[in-house]
């Protein structure tokens, strides 16, 4: 950068989960590096919860990034809801509240920034879940740019929703169920594999008032990144391409694995490294299903037998709110005394850095999109078992499209 020439100052807004956050993060570190001054924004909650994560107040979170040199500040704001309330049992308040409440604590927190920015900020990097990047990037004159965390074909799909509507594949009292072959740089894709909110019979849940606005919002973006790979969804790319700019970025996770000094966990990491070490080369199968998504207790009884009969050696991720209740005793009586040779169970973990691992020969998976990014990365073959919103249509990608797993 020529000596006179200012930095950029982007101000980042990541949607408050564990999926998004983790990509912003990387994101944030990788403009860093090349000379971007960024100021990273976590809700008040994500925050706390980092924090207990670590057993300690994190504090801000890039302290370790601005010891290495990279311009990274750290502020917080309110997602409109009390501390102590229970996002992960009340997704929908949550999400209701990320709709109607949060984009004044945004407006007043931005108006902040941009007052005592130095150098001056200059652009809006937020989740392109949010309803309100538009109105306060052109309040403050901003740079409005929409970071989409999926794949390009979910945001094509949202981006589309007036064509599916117009075709009677969503929002039809009777929903057609063959082929969709009308969705610019898409091929054909089959209404099963639709995001689980394009495939639900009540169409006016917060999230799907959620996405309409979000969707009407990206369109006054300046430009999208997507964390995608260019030559994974050229064609989608490129058809989007004609409607707005947009940019694949991915993949876009640090060089080294190794856990870095930045927390981004919402949950306690336990080492599997030493366990992993004892097991021969693509030996072990991964079993994770993400933050978000919950698992019946039937289906964690059955994948339980399942690993039990395998004989196989896992790593299997039970977040402490797998299940949306308040059961804590989820798994068959004894199974964890049957398998303790060959299995090691966790409430989470460093998870790149466990399929990075040579033991590592299988993930079951949820199929999201950081999780398929991140084993694709690894080259760990997948098996699929999609739970919710856009798993459903990275499933078709993984197994029909990419030929990278099964089921
Ligand atoms: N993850 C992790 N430790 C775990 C499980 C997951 O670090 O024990 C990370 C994983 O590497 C990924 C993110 O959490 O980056 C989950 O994102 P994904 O899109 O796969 O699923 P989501 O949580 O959004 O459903």
Not at 128 to 148: E, G, Q, R
């Amino acid at each position: 950068m020529a000596k006179n020439q200012q930095k950029v100052h982007a101000i980042m807004i990541p949607y408050p989960f564990q999926g998004h956050v983790i990509p912003f993060v990387h994101l944030a570190i990788k403009l860093a590096s090349r000379d971007f001054t960024i100021t990273f924004v976590n809700t008040h909650s994500i925050h706390q919860q980092i924090s207990k994560a670590q057993s300690t107040d994190a504090g801000d979170i890039f302290a370790g990034a601005r010891e290495s040199g990279l311009d990274i500040r750290y502020a917080t704001v309110s997602d409109g809801l009390p501390l102590e309330f229970d996002r992960s049992l009340n997704h929908d308040q949550h999400q209701e509240s990320l709709l109607q409440v949060s984009s004044a604590h945004v407006d007043e927190l931005v108006g902040k920034l941009v007052c005592s920015g130095n150098p001056p900020v200059s652009c809006l990097i937020a989740d392109t879940f949010f309803v309100w990047p538009s109105s306060i990037a052109s309040k403050y004159n901003l740079v409005n740019v929409s970071f989409w965390t999926e794949p390009a074909l979910v945001f094509t799909l949202y981006y589309h929703l007036d064509l599916l509507r117009q075709n009677g594949h969503f929002a039809s009292s009777d929903n057609r169920v063959d082929t969709i072959g009308y969705i610019p740089g898409v091929q054909a894709i089959e209404p099963r594999d639709l995001m689980s909110y394009l495939q639900a019979s009540d169409i006016t849940t917060v999230v799907h008032r959620i996405i309409y606005k979000a969707f009407e919002d990206v369109k006054r973006a300046d430009f999208v990144i997507c964390n995608t790979v260019q030559e994974l969804e050229h064609e989608t790319l490129s058809a989007l391409n004609q409607k707005q700019p947009i940019y694949a970025i991915g993949p876009i996770f640090p060089n080294e694995f190794k856990r870095t000094k930045i927390a981004t966990s919402l949950w306690s990491e336990s080492d599997c490294s030493q366990w992993l070490n004892s097991k021969a080369n693509g030996s072990v199968l991964y079993v994770s299903f993400g933050s978000y998504a919950h698992v019946s207790k039937h289906d964690i009884v059955e994948i339980a037998h399942g690993l039990s009969v395998s004989e196989v050696d896992f790593v299997w991720v039970l977040r402490p709110d797998i299940v949306s209740s308040d059961d804590t005793d989820i798994l068959p009586d004894g199974f964890e005394d049957s398998v303790k040779e060959r299995g090691l169970i966790v409430a989470w973990c460093h998870q790149i850095g466990v399929i990075s691992h040579p033991a590592i020969g299988g993930f079951l998976t949820h199929c999201g999109w950081n999780s398929t990014m991140e084993s694709m990365w690894c080259g760990v073959p997948l098996i699929c078992f999609p739970l919710l919103t856009d798993q459903f249509t990275n499933r078709k990608l993984v197994v029909d499209d990419w030929k990278l797993g099964n089921l």
